[in-house]
């Protein structure tokens, strides 16, 4: 239970670390997309649709590895989708998650939720 509470948390984190750092640099323009599809460093098809990466969805999805650096120990960036069967379990494992934390922690964490989806 406890692991699941440190996977949350770390989750919400992340959550937080991207909307500070990553905002700042597209606002500033320092964040530079992709006029043209590049191509995919495996399959040299001109796929990659997003900046900074490397592999396309296709290869991402096959090989499970990072879409930026290519490599499969490392985080996997640009992961296919999940299904509607996935989000509905992980939003009632999230549900339950709320349920153990403190009433004022839960609060702030609604909070940043709701601020991550008006951003989007």
């Known amino acids: 239970m406890r692991f699941l ?8 984190l992340t959550v937080l670390f991207f909307s500070f ?8 323009g320092k964040y530079k997309p992709l006029k043209a599809p590049a191509k995919c460093s495996r399959c040299r098809e001109k796929r990659v649709k997003s900046a900074y990466h490397t ?3 296709v290869c ?4 499970s590895a990072c879409a930026k650096c290519g490599r499969r120990e490392a985080e996997v960036v640009n992961q296919p989708a999940p299904t ?3 989000e509905a379990r992980v939003e009632a494992e999230l549900q339950k998650l709320l349920k153990l934390l403190p009433e004022r922690r839960r ?3 609604v909070r940043k939720l709701q601020e991550e ?3 989007r």
């Not at 750092?21 to 500033?28: I, K, Q, R």
């Not at 991402?60 to 090989?63: A, F, K, M, Y």
């Open 5 to 12: 509470v440190a996977a949350f948390y770390i989750y919400v």
């Open 21 to 28: 750092f990553l905002s700042p640099s597209v606002s500033y």
């Open 117 to 119: 989806e008006k951003g």
């Open 55 to 57: 592999l396309c969805d």
């Open 107 to 109: 609060r702030t964490v």
């Open 84 to 86: 509607r069967t996935e």
């Open 60 to 63: 991402v999805g096959e090989l």
